[in-house]
Antibody
Framework: EVHLVESGGGLVQPGGSLRLSCAAS????????MSWVRQAPGKGLEWVSA????????YFADSLKGRFTISRDNSKNTLYLHINSLRAEDTAVYHC????????????WGKGTTVTVSS | AIQLTQYPSSLSASVGDRVTIACRAS??????LAWYQQKPGTAPKVLIH???SLESGVPSRFSGSGSGTDFTLTISSLQPEDFATYYC?????????FGQGTRLEIK
């Protein structure tokens, strides 16, 4: 069974940094693009970033370029999201999602990890 | 970036009703559109991909149509478990933005 489990969330002070992880299982991880999607409390879904299966190509939401870094370790079947200079508006549940191989919609989602930015 | 406008933002309906949610893209995205359902406290779930293809395991009362810039999600006969929030998403080009969401509530 395909499974995605996020970790690394927590309470962080403004200006701090955080690395989120997403452990994948049940599929050939290196063959699929992966994304991060976040959802602020009471708000809609916001696509954050994506990375190709090899890790050679990365993409970011226009408003988030510069503070976010996406990476993956295919030997560990793990996806990462590093966030710098955290702001209150980064408070959200962060989901990782697997893209379908041919159409890049997100066919499998993790339950998410919660990031709270507050002093 | 391609903008998606989803409407209505909220909708009240009764069990058994037929409902339609619309999503308009700011430019031609062919049929590169997916629809997701999200219930409170849970991850989104894909219902429709490639504008009109039903994801495996999704009930046939869900259907999608459209191509180019105008798309719709239809639920033919609402069931109690369908009350949720629905999002469209384009995957034609990055960034893979979502629509604003449609909250479907019980009348």
């Amino acid at each position: 069974e395909v499974h995605l489990v996020e970790s690394g969330g927590g309470l962080v002070q403004p200006g701090g940094s955080l690395r989120l992880s997403c452990a994948a299982s049940g599929f050939t991880f290196s063959s699929y693009a992966m994304s991060w999607v976040r959802q602020a409390p009471g708000k809609g879904l916001e696509w954050v970033s994506a990375i190709s299966g090899s890790g050679s190509s990365t993409y970011f939401a226009d408003s988030l370029k510069g503070r976010f870094t996406i990476s993956r370790d295919n030997s560990k079947n793990t996806l990462y999201l590093h966030i710098n200079s955290l702001r209150a508006e980064d408070t959200a549940v962060y989901h990782c999602a697997k893209s379908h191989m041919y159409s890049y919609y997100m066919d499998v989602w993790g339950k998410g990890t919660t990031v709270t930015v507050s002093s | 970036a391609i903008q998606l406008t989803q409407y209505p933002s909220s909708l009240s309906a009764s069990v058994g009703d037929r409902v339609t949610i619309a999503c308009r893209a700011s430019q031609d995205i062919n049929n590169d559109l997916a629809w997701y359902q999200q219930k409170p406290g849970t991850a989104p779930k894909v219902l429709i991909h490639d504008a009109s293809s039903l994801e495996s395991g999704v009930p046939s009362r869900f259907s999608g149509s459209g191509s180019g810039t105008d798309f719709t999600l239809t639920i033919s006969s609402l069931q109690p478990e369908d009350f949720a929030t629905y999002y469209c998403q384009q995957f034609n080009s990055y960034p893979l933005d979502f629509g604003q969401g449609t909250r479907l509530e019980i009348k």
